[in-house]
Structures are given as structure tokens and as C-alpha cells.
């Protein structure tokens, strides 16, 4: 049984002293201060777009205005003194014209062929932003349209297919009392990181380069500087700014501009620092993928799932980017975390002209998670079971299979979330609340001096409802991703008796400078402030994979805590004496000490790529969420006034940082299912500014009550898993459920605007009326 932590109330705790001992168990658990709060509240954390660079120039990029065209000529206007500034086009690339990723698909600068709105063509410097804005000005295309691919459903390239198999769906199906059907979709959503996308490249005299930039994933943004440069990798360096969030969209972009600015820098001989607008950011980088999720599903009389045939389709846009994995988180998450003895998952990721999608917080789950919890939901009505019951009757326990026929053994805690959620929310009462309102309002509506729309004016006019979703997510890479990735992490105990942490992992609001020195300060016995993270500099830090997939306090930290207690094994051995007594004779007697930890597997995984079948993930997290909802039926218009968010991770490394990435990960999926719409016309974002494309302000957001439960995480020191994703599965289909609940009315398309909300509660309103009451069908030309 997983022990519960609650986290509402949580405070952090200091230690007191300069560097007291640590007694075992004191630190992992304790809401030990982030190191980086002090920089970040007294405005001294410097940004990319803070640090002064002497003769720094300015960059800034051409792009199509098309979302397909064959590139006839790129003009420069004979008026414009171009001695004044550099400009690169592809002819200039000395190295490979690709952004190094998955596949060599997405060319750095487009070199004849325009595959989306807003690709980067060519690229200008100069020396102030006035000129480097007059010389883009000055720059013209020459192109012949080509026809676009826009509907994802009618694309016929696909840049990666998954199908996962389990049992007989025919058997399952032909077993199958009720068969329930549903088609759900979801729409691009916007990472609006608080800091834009910004680098800074510099030339070296060496023929290198060194690049400082708001970044998720140093060694992504080495490894395409070398190609697109046609370097060797001793002569690439890159430095993390201090960066300002990430949410994904800082993982795989920040390799084009990287090369975008090394271009220009190479070209100008200087430096050369580019800093997207928001505008510029909104409308040329990453969003989460749309997808269409379509269910058919074999329901037996009890409520048992017989048969689930899932397909999935999500929208890659004109590059592959990071695609095939997306799709095969969410082709893995699909089916919920449910039992059912048949199933088949087919997905796809195709290609579009429209801006390629990328990383976003949960990686293709919450899509699909979106569409599972909410066909559940209507299975449950279906078969008239209250929801909460049907997901407790068909939720994964230790000892269960899932799709890929992995077996649950270990840290399993559906069960435990949901009945949480379901306690703190008082769901049961809550549910019986709403069910009073609505009979309220059916009886008002169906007095013979209602009005028109069936409701009298005034609070009545407000329907409230509260919704509960379940979901999991797999921490870390898929399969064998890991093992593969061979991450290496270190700690050094250095010449002047410092303690250092060697990863790669970077700090981008998350926690990680924090959480992973207090992991080793915990292996190696000594207060969380004696251990520093090294400096984020691929010439210093080995490469520890990249800061995604909810794996750095797992298999990252796992790694750090490894070495600390190899390096502590070290010195007690030399000294004969406890670490936190010897640490600083030990450095005088024999000088510096690092440990490097290579991640070799953890046991028992077995995975088959070219089947995918076998152990997905090496353990999953589990999340409920109950969301309460106002709707305004006159306007659609639905308010989030109240969220429990319940979230098992593993062991709790640090409560107060863990509370935090589950009340950012509700607020941001709160958006998601409510107002953030990226409208895309003609293969272009329309609502491309903060003035049009809407978030949820501190106005919108809801009361988050954060919970923490604990199922440990075995094969690791600390027992953690993965988190910063996790609560992203379930606030929107909790939402969803809500206004429901709130309204009869089931939305199937996020996020749920006002219009849609009203066409729904016109379609219930159609459905529910007599035959004979209602309108006749005009008839039309051809129609009798």
C-alpha cells in the first residue's frame, strides 16, 4: 500500500548551521529551499537577453509567408548597403544543412523547397537592431506556390506508425454486450515559456564556437552546432543562460537558432546574439500536437473492458522534429490506465505545411489521455455506473498487464490516487450536489413560464458541475531508450574541497538545481548546501541525457546518488573516518576525486522495439484530479474555480518543489481545456500575440489543493519517479467531466470555448426534444 504525504500545508524547513551532518533520512522528503529563488524574486538572475556581450551583433531571421512554394530566388533591394551587415543563406552552411534531431528531414534554411509559414530562409546581423531590421526589410522571395497538405486527416505522408497488440480484439468484441464509440480531438497549444527563445554565439579563434542560450538540452543544441558547422566536437561549446521555463519547447528549438546565430557569427566574425519577440516566438516555433483520437470500445454488462480499438493520429506539421516519440508515448498511453484483455492501438504522426510540432509537458499522453478518460466517462453513462465506481472496477493493480504486455510489479498506485482524490474532494457529496442543482434547474426549465431557453435570469443561469479524471505516465525513456541514451553523471570532490554535480540537467524553473544536490547531499551525509551544481558547460559536464520525459530526479538523480555513495565509500576508506568529518583532509592528502556513474539498466526491462511489446517504461506515476466548473449558459463561458490534484510520483525528494510542478502542470492543463485555441488558418497561427491567444491569468486560476501519495520506486537509491508531466494528463478531461456534470453536454474537442460549449448545449437541447416538437428540416435544392 502507498503511504500518503500531503503536501497543501507542506513548509519548507533550513537547516541550520554552516555544514551540519546529515542524519540518514533527513534530507530526501524535506522541503529544502530552491537555490535559485533568491536570483530569480531580487531580479539578479541574468537572462540571455541580460548579458552584455562587447560588440555583440543582432540577429534576426527571413521567413516564408507560405505554407508550401518552391524557393525561385532570394533578392536583396540594390538600394541597401549591405556592406554594413552579414547575410547568410543556405549556400553559406559549410556543414550539412539539416537540424540534427530523429531524422535529417528540417534543413536549417529552407534551400529550395517551403514547407510551412514562417520557415526560416535567410538570416541578417548587424550592428544594432535598427539596421538588422532594415536589411531583413530589404530581403525579398521569390517563390512559386505549391499545393498544401492543411487537414491532418487527409495527409497521406507519415513520419512514424506504431500499432500495439494484445489478445483477439475480434473474440473481444463478438464477447461485447454494449459497443461504444467516440472521435475526440485536440487543437495546438503554445508553451508561453515566461523568457523567449534567445542565443548568443560567439567565434573562437580556434575555428569554434561557443553558444550561451535559453536551452532544455545542451548536448542536442553540440550535436547540430557540429554538424551545421562541420565541426569537431572539442572545438563546440555550449553555456546555459539562466533560462525561463521550457515546458518542452526548449528542447529540441533551441538547436535552430543555436545554428541560426553560429551562422551569423561566423559570417560577421563577432558575436552575434538573436532574441525572438513574441510575436516571432509564437509564430515560428514548436506547439503540442493536434491529434484526432478515434475509440471504439467492447463493454461486457458488469463494466468489464473487452475489446479496445484505439486509433490515433496526430499532426507532426511539415518536419518530423520529435514526432515518433510523441506518437509513442501517446500510442502507449492511449488505452488509459485500464484492464481490458483485447486491444489494438494504431497511431501515426503525418506530415503537414504547417508549423512542426514538438515537446510539449507530457509528450503526446495528454492527448490521448484526454480522449481514454472521457470515453470511460461515457461508457460509464452508457451502462448508467457512476464514473468513479466503473474507473475503481477497471483500474491497473500490481500483477496486472498492460497493452505492450508488461506485467505490474511494483509502485502501482492507481487505486490509492483515485480513492485519495475522491476523499479530499468529498466527491460522492460533491456529485450529489450537482445532481440536486440540476434537478433544480430541469424543473424551472420545464415550468410553462420559463423562458425561451428554458432557465430564469440571474444566478440561475450558472450551472455548476465537478468532474474526476485518472491517468499514469511511464517516467523516463520508452523501452530500451534509456539504456541506450547511456546517461553518465559525476560529482567531484574538487582541489579547493568543493563538492560538485556533473550532469547535464538543466535548471529551467523545475527544481533540478536543487533537488539534485540534495539527493547527493543525502548519500554522502552532509547538508544540502555543501554540494553545488557544476556549471552548465559541455566542457565541464558529461552527457547526462537531456532535461525531459520526467527522468531527471529518477534516472539522472539515481545516478547522482550512486556516485555520491562511491565517492563517500572512497574517502571513508582512506580516512577510516565519516565523510562529512574527513572530506576536507581527504582533498589535502590526496587532492581532487571525481566519480563518474554510467546508467546501465535497470533490472528485469525487456522491450522489443520492432514489436513494441514488453516493458514500456521501468515504472509509472498515477494521477486523479477533481475539477469543479461554472458554467454560464448563456455565454459558454466556463470557469475553473477548484482543483484537488492528487499525483504519485515515488518518493517525494522535496515536497514544496514537487506541490509546485503539480499546481503549474494543473494550471496549465486548466488552459488547455478551456481557453488556450491556437487558430490556424491557411497553415498560419491567427492568434499570434498575448493579446489573442489567452492563458489563464492569475484572475483565472483556480484554488489548486496539492496531494502527494507514495509508492517507492525500487531500483533506485531514493525511490523517486517522475513528476513534471504527470499532472498534465488529467486537468483537462477532469474539466471536461465537469461541465458534464454541470451541463448533460459531453465536449469531445479541446479546448472547450464558449462556442463550443453553446453548440453542445444546442445539440443536447435537439436531442432531448420530442420528435414532434421539433422544427421541420428546410427543404433545399435536390431535397424532397
Not at 8 to 30: H, K, M, N
Not at 403 to 427: K, N, P
Not at 540 to 555: C, F, I
Not at 696 to 719: K, R, S, W, Y
Amino acid at each position: 500500500m502507498a503511504s500518503l504525504r500531503d503536501t497543501s500545508t507542506a513548509q519548507p524547513e533550513t537547516t541550520v548551521g554552516r555544514l551540519p551532518a546529515s542524519p540518514a533520512g533527513a534530507l530526501i522528503g524535506r522541503s529544502v529551499p530552491r537555490r535559485d529563488a533568491p536570483a530569480k524574486v531580487t531580479g539578479a538572475a541574468r537572462y540571455t537577453d541580460d548579458l552584455v556581450v562587447d560588440g555583440a551583433w543582432y540577429g534576426l531571421t527571413v521567413r516564408s509567408t507560405e505554407p508550401h512554394a518552391r524557393l525561385l530566388g532570394i533578392d536583396r533591394d540594390p538600394a541597401f548597403d549591405w556592406s554594413r551587415v552579414a547575410v547568410v543563406t543556405a549556400a553559406d552552411i559549410p556543414g550539412e544543412n539539416v537540424v540534427h534531431l530523429i531524422y535529417d528531414d528540417q534543413p536549417a534554411l529552407v534551400a529550395d523547397e517551403i514547407c510551412h509559414h514562417a520557415e526560416a530562409v535567410a538570416l541578417v546581423a548587424a550592428p544594432d537592431p535598427a539596421t538588422a531590421r532594415a536589411a531583413r526589410a530589404a530581403i525579398h522571395l521569390r517563390t512559386e506556390p505549391l499545393p498544401p497538405v492543411l487537414d491532418l486527416l487527409a495527409a497521406e505522408k507519415a513520419f512514424a506508425r506504431y500499432e500495439i497488440s494484445k489478445g483477439d480484439l475480434e473474440t473481444g468484441f463478438a464477447e461485447a454486450d454494449h459497443i461504444v464509440e467516440g472521435t475526440y480531438s485536440v487543437g495546438p497549444q503554445e508553451h508561453i515559456y515566461i523568457e523567449p527563445q534567445a542565443m548568443i554565439a560567439a567565434p573562437e579563434v580556434d575555428g569554434g564556437v561557443t553558444v550561451t542560450g535559453s536551452l532544455q538540452c545542451p548536448y542536442y543544441v553540440h550535436a547540430a552546432l557540429a554538424r551545421a558547422l562541420a565541426l569537431p566536437i572539442d572545438k563546440v561549446r555550449v553555456t546555459q543562460a539562466e533560462t525561463g521555463g521550457g515546458f518542452g519547447g526548449k528542447e529540441e528549438y533551441p538547436s535552430m537558432l543555436a545554428v541560426h546565430a553560429a551562422l551569423l557569427a561566423r559570417a560577421a566574425g563577432r558575436p552575434v546574439r538573436m532574441t525572438y519577440d513574441r510575436h516571432e516566438d509564437i509564430v515560428a516555433t514548436t506547439k503540442r500536437h493536434p491529434a484526432v483520437i478515434r475509440h471504439r470500445t467492447g463493454v461486457a454488462a458488469d463494466g468489464r473492458l473487452v475489446a479496445q480499438d484505439i486509433d490515433v493520429v496526430m499532426d507532426a506539421g511539415a518536419y518530423a522534429t520529435l514526432s515518433p516519440v510523441v506518437l509513442s508515448r501517446g500510442a502507449l498511453h492511449a488505452t488509459g490506465p485500464y484492464r481490458c484483455a483485447n486491444v489494438r492501438v494504431r497511431a501515426r504522426a503525418v506530415m503537414t505545411n504547417t508549423v512542426p510540432a514538438g515537446a510539449f509537458r507530457g509528450f503526446g499522453a495528454p492527448q490521448t489521455e484526454f480522449a481514454a478518460e472521457i470515453h470511460l466517462a461515457r461508457i460509464a453513462e452508457a451502462l448508467e455506473l457512476p464514473a468513479a465506481e466503473l474507473r475503481r472496477r477497471l483500474a491497473y493493480r500490481e500483477g496486472d498487464v498492460t497493452a505492450t504486455g508488461q506485467v505490474l510489479r511494483h509502485s502501482v498506485a492507481a487505486i490509492d490516487v483515485l480513492e485519495r482524490a475522491e476523499e479530499v474532494a468529498d466527491f460522492a457529496a460533491e456529485r450529489a450536489k450537482t445532481a440536486h442543482a440540476r434537478e433544480q434547474r430541469h424543473a424551472h426549465a420545464t415550468r410553462a413560464d420559463a423562458p425561451a431557453r428554458g432557465m430564469h435570469p440571474g444566478a440561475e443561469r450558472i450551472a455548476s458541475g465537478v468532474g474526476l479524471a485518472l491517468g499514469w505516465h511511464g517516467a523516463g525513456f520508452t523501452g530500451s531508450g534509456e539504456k541506450t541514451l547511456a546517461s553518465v553523471a559525476g560529482i567531484e570532490l574538487t582541489a579547493d574541497g568543493r563538492i560538485l554535480i556533473l550532469t547535464a540537467q538543466t535548471e529551467i524553473g523545475q527544481g533540478a538545481a536543487t533537488v539534485l544536490p540534495q539527493i547527493a547531499a543525502e548519500a554522502l551525509g552532509v547538508a544540502a548546501e555543501a554540494v553545488e551544481p557544476a556549471p552548465l558547460d559541455t566542457a565541464l559536464v558529461p552527457n547526462s541525457g537531456p532535461t525531459v520525459a520526467s527522468r531527471t530526479t529518477m534516472v539522472v538523480g539515481g545516478l547522482v546518488a550512486e556516485a555520491a555513495g562511491k565517492l563517500r565509500a572512497q574517502v571513508e576508506e582512506r580516512t577510516g573516518r565519516p565523510f562529512v568529518e574527513s572530506w576536507r583532509e581527504d582533498v589535502a592528502a590526496h587532492g581532487p576525486t571525481r566519480i563518474d556513474v554510467r546508467f546501465e539498466g535497470y533490472p528485469g526491462i525487456e522491450w522489443d522495439q520492432e514489436r513494441y511489446r514488453g516493458d514500456a517504461y521501468p515504472a509509472y506515476s498515477w494521477a486523479a484530479a477533481v475539477a469543479w466548473v461554472d458554467v454560464d449558459l448563456d455565454t459558454g463561458q466556463v470557469a475553473v474555480p477548484r482543483v484537488v490534484a492528487v499525483d504519485e510520483a515515488g518518493r517525494v525528494v522535496n515536497p514544496m518543489l514537487a506541490a509546485g510542478q503539480v499546481e503549474g502542470g494543473t494550471l496549465q492543463a486548466v488552459g488547455y481545456a478551456t481557453i488556450e485555441e491556437m487558430q490556424v488558418v491557411d497553415g498560419r497561427y491567427r492568434n499570434d500575440r498575448l493579446a489573442t491567444y489567452l492563458i489563464p491569468t492569475a484572475l483565472d486560476a483556480p484554488a489548486i489543493e496539492a496531494h502527494l501519495v507514495e509508492a517507492p520506486f525500487p531500483h533506485n537509491p531514493h525511490g523517486a519517479k517522475g513528476l513534471g508531466e504527470l499532472p498534465m494528463d488529467v486537468g483537462a478531461p477532469a474539466v471536461i467531466d465537469a461541465i458534464h456534470d454541470a451541463t448533460g453536454a459531453w465536449i469531445t474537442e479541446l479546448p472547450a470555448t464558449p462556442a463550443r460549449v453553446l453548440a453542445a448545449l444546442q445539440a443536447l437541447e435537439e436531442e432531448r426534444e420530442p420528435e414532434e416538437q421539433r422544427a421541420p428540416e428546410p427543404v433545399g435544392e435536390g431535397v424532397s
